[in-house]
């Protein structure tokens, strides 16, 4: 029986399956189709309106905290420069950001392998943005699509022209409010604070970025919208090689849902039997914000948003039905009764990630605030002093992460010595900035044993070590 119906699920499929040869957004001539999503309401839909709450106090609070005076995160591109929770990051720790894209990467690739699109439909920008913000403010303003799309097709008249006036005058604002704060986490609040305090001609280059990034957040969430989704947005389009039968998704239940029939109140005794529990009423199509019918089967344009579920239960409890006709399940869950497992694929992609997490976090941990290189100057060769010293001339470049000058004093650490700053005095380094220097090593001619000896040099600030630095001596072997 359970194998009658999914060759009937199949048959099914392959008379639409027409719908995969274009999104579900444009018609066979190429034109696109606008999305009227209905309003979404239940249980699912409920929780995801608090982790949206809790989204956007973090998007607009993130930016006024600060940490070892620094903001907590900033990814300030054009200076290259990057702060993760209060530190800083330079080009010079681009290998730390190596590492991290990878875990990343890995990260995706397990989490998509175990739970499909959760992230998109649950804690995505975009998604909480457009279905969470904008669509509510274009309910309140315009009211459900029945509405919408009656207003839409309708004359200009003053009600129409107040109304769309009014949703894209609010739109451009919260647009415009979205991209400051986005700015700030370029070029930090005290940043952007200067720009709105000051006059306009001091901050040309800021105002023009926050103008254009208010205009590419109105077109998206006003124009564009589920498009970013299922034309641009990557994730979408690799979502077909990283889900397999056991990943869970957004799935209709076909076993109990096929063969369709319409439902009719009539009693019991006259009522024919319906061999299938979808009573093809659409509900699930008509709340998509991507405009698909989730009963075809997986498909790259769900973003796993579950209003579908929240539709399809609501008409599974006014017709007398048991929910979750629409659920999260794998493929093979539905097909064979198989509960979601940990695969070895996913077992592979956890091991790897414990390990690129482990490096990660011993490259963090092991991370100085204040670095440096030391070379021994080019060209040059060792010096002798008298009958009993040789000396090197080397060059020093300093890394300060810190807010704060540092200045710092070099110490010879593991053998008798001693170090000549060239310039006579210590070396200065700025806040977040660069230092260099250049200073004489000096040993005793009888502790040279070959031409090459290991040296260790102390970096102190007063009478704290900050780090150290290793550099090699040349000099005359030992006869």
Same mark, same amino acid.
């Given at each position: 029986?359970?194998?009658?119906?999914?060759?009937?699920?199949?048959?099914?499929?392959?008379?639409?399956?027409?719908?995969?040869?274009?999104?579900?957004?444009?018609?066979?001539?190429?034109?696109?189709?606008?999305?009227?999503?209905?309003?979404?309401?239940?249980? $699912? +839909? =409920? #929780?995801?309106?608090?982790?949206?709450?809790? *989204?956007?106090?973090? @998007?607009?609070?993130?930016? %006024? &905290?600060?940490?070892?005076?620094?903001?907590?995160? $900033? +990814? =300030? #591109?054009?200076?290259?420069?990057?702060?993760? *929770?209060?530190?800083? @990051?330079?080009?010079?720790? %681009? &290998?730390?950001?190596?590492?991290?894209?990878?875990?990343?990467?890995?990260?995706?690739?397990?989490?998509?392998?175990? *739970?499909?699109?959760? @992230?998109?439909?649950?804690?995505?920008?975009?998604?909480?943005?457009?279905?969470?913000?904008?669509?509510?403010?274009?309910?309140?303003?315009?009211?459900?699509?029945?509405?919408?799309?009656?207003?839409?097709?309708?004359?200009?008249?003053?009600?129409?022209?107040?109304?769309?006036?009014?949703?894209?005058?609010?739109?451009?604002?919260?647009?415009?409010?979205?991209?400051?704060?986005?700015?700030?986490?370029?070029?930090?609040?005290?940043?952007?604070?200067?720009?709105?305090?000051?006059?306009?001609?001091?901050?040309?280059?800021?105002?023009?970025?926050?103008?254009?990034?208010?205009?590419?957040?109105?077109?998206?969430?006003?124009?564009?919208?589920?498009?970013?989704?299922?034309?641009?947005?990557?994730?979408?389009?690799?979502?077909?090689?990283?889900?397999?039968?056991?990943?869970?998704?957004?799935?209709?239940?076909?076993?109990?849902?096929?063969?369709?029939?319409?439902?009719?109140?009539?009693?019991?005794?006259?009522?024919?039997?319906?061999?299938?529990?979808?009573?093809?009423?659409?509900?699930?199509?008509?709340?998509?914000?991507?405009?698909?019918?989730?009963?075809?089967?997986?498909?790259?344009?769900?973003?796993?948003?579950?209003?579908?579920?929240?539709?399809?239960?609501?008409?599974?409890?006014?017709?007398?039905?048991?929910?979750?006709?629409?659920?999260?399940?794998?493929?093979?869950?539905?097909?064979?009764?198989?509960?979601?497992?940990?695969?070895?694929?996913?077992?592979?992609?956890?091991?790897?990630?414990?390990?690129?997490?482990?490096?990660?976090?011993?490259?963090?941990?092991?991370?100085?605030?204040?670095?440096?290189?030391?070379?021994?100057?080019?060209?040059?060769?060792?010096?002798?002093?008298?009958?009993?010293?040789?000396?090197?001339?080397?060059?020093?470049?300093?890394?300060?992460?810190?807010?704060?000058?540092?200045?710092?004093?070099?110490?010879?650490?593991?053998?008798?010595?001693?170090?000549?700053?060239?310039?006579?005095?210590?070396?200065?380094?700025?806040?977040?900035?660069?230092?260099?220097?250049?200073?004489?090593?000096?040993?005793?001619?009888?502790?040279?044993?070959?031409?090459?000896?290991?040296?260790?040099?102390?970096?102190?600030?007063?009478?704290?070590?900050?780090?150290?630095?290793?550099?090699?001596?040349?000099?005359?072997?030992?006869?």
């Amino acid at each position: 029986m359970a194998k009658q119906q999914h060759i009937q699920h199949a048959s099914t499929q392959n008379e639409t399956d027409a719908f995969r040869d274009r999104i579900a957004t444009v018609d066979e001539k190429g034109k696109r189709k606008w999305v009227y999503a209905h309003k979404t309401r239940g249980k $699912l +839909f =409920n #929780i995801r309106t608090w982790v949206s709450w809790g *989204f956007f106090i973090l @998007f607009f609070a993130l930016p %006024f &905290f600060r940490y070892k005076g620094r903001p907590l995160f $900033l +990814f =300030n #591109i054009p200076e290259a420069k990057f702060i993760l *929770f209060g530190r800083v @990051f330079w080009p010079q720790d %681009f &290998f730390i950001f190596g590492i991290t894209m990878i875990t990343g990467i890995v990260f995706i690739i397990l989490f998509t392998a175990a *739970f499909g699109r959760l @992230f998109c439909g649950w804690v995505c920008p975009q998604t909480i943005f457009m279905e969470m913000l904008f669509r509510k403010i274009e309910f309140a303003i315009e009211g459900d699509a029945p509405a919408q799309k009656l207003l839409d097709k309708g004359p200009w008249n003053r009600d129409k022209v107040v109304k769309k006036t009014t949703k894209h005058f609010v739109f451009f604002l919260l647009s415009f409010i979205v991209s400051n704060f986005f700015l700030a986490y370029i070029i930090g609040m005290d940043e952007l604070l200067k720009i709105i305090r000051e006059p306009a001609s001091q901050h040309i280059g800021g105002l023009s970025s926050i103008v254009i990034f208010s205009g590419v957040f109105y077109g998206v969430f006003s124009y564009f919208r589920e498009q970013a989704c299922t034309v641009i947005c990557p994730y979408g389009r690799l979502q077909g090689v990283l889900l397999d039968r056991n990943s869970m998704i957004v799935a209709y239940d076909y076993k109990r849902g096929e063969p369709r029939g319409k439902f009719r109140k009539q009693k019991a005794a006259e009522l024919a039997p319906v061999p299938g529990d979808c009573i093809d009423c659409f509900q699930c199509v008509k709340v998509c914000p991507t405009g698909i019918d989730i009963r075809n089967g997986t498909q790259m344009e769900c973003v796993g948003c579950t209003s579908c579920i929240d539709a399809c239960n609501k008409m599974m409890d006014a017709t007398g039905r048991e929910k979750g006709l629409i659920r999260y399940a794998s493929e093979n869950g539905i097909a064979e009764g198989k509960k979601l497992k940990f695969t070895g694929r996913m077992k592979f992609y956890t091991v790897l990630l414990v390990v690129l997490t482990s490096l990660l976090t011993a490259l963090l941990v092991s991370r100085k605030d204040v670095d440096g290189t030391i070379l021994r100057a080019g060209g040059m060769l060792y010096q002798e002093r008298g009958a009993d010293s040789v000396s090197n001339l080397y060059n020093i470049k300093i890394i300060n992460k810190t807010v704060h000058d540092v200045s710092l004093s070099l110490k010879l650490e593991n053998m008798p010595g001693s170090i000549i700053e060239a310039e006579g005095k210590d070396i200065i380094v700025k806040r977040e900035g660069q230092g260099k220097g250049s200073f004489f090593i000096v040993l005793p001619r009888h502790i040279i044993e070959t031409r090459k000896t290991k040296l260790k040099i102390g970096v102190y600030e007063g009478d704290h070590k900050i780090t150290t630095l290793g550099t090699n001596f040349m000099g005359p072997a030992a006869r």
